[in-house]
Nanobody
Framework: QVQLGESGGGLVQAGGSLRLSCAAS????????VGWFRQAPGKEREFVAV????????DYEDSVKGRFTISRDNAKTTVYLQMNSLKPEDTAVYYC?????????????????WGRGTQVTVSS
């Protein structure tokens, strides 16, 4: 398994941008699909975006399409989530997760490894 750590969260005004990073340890990182999930207070954890282990396929939750972009740099064992045009409803703790040989997995139960999360707060 890989160990994951998120960074890049913070407080931003509506319309602003943040780039989250998910840094992974382990030499097998390139074998893992990586997803981003988020959980707002009082709500269930929900899928946000995913990139396949090969990097050739991505998928997004409908409300973030056109605003968020997921990418990966295997040389740096890092996956990024670029978030633009942020809205107050994007406020949540954001988690990254890894799924061995994963391709566009949107179900959180299928992921083997999770980070501890990073807080994103968007003010109106």
């Amino acid at each position: 398994q890989v160990q994951l750590g998120e960074s890049g969260g913070g407080l931003v005004q509506a319309g602003g941008s943040l780039r989250l990073s998910c840094a992974a340890s382990g030499r097998t990182f390139s074998r893992y699909g990586v997803g981003w999930f988020r959980q707002a207070p009082g709500k269930e954890r929900e899928f946000v975006a995913v990139i396949s282990w090969s990097g050739d396929s991505t998928d997004y939750e409908d409300s973030v399409k056109g605003r968020f972009t997921i990418s990966r740099d295997n040389a740096k064992t890092t996956v990024y989530l670029q978030m633009n045009s942020l809205k107050p409803e994007d406020t949540a703790v954001y988690y990254c997760a890894a799924d061995l040989w994963g391709r566009n997995q949107v179900l959180s139960d299928e992921y083997e490894s999770w980070g501890r999360g990073t807080q994103v707060t968007v003010s109106s």
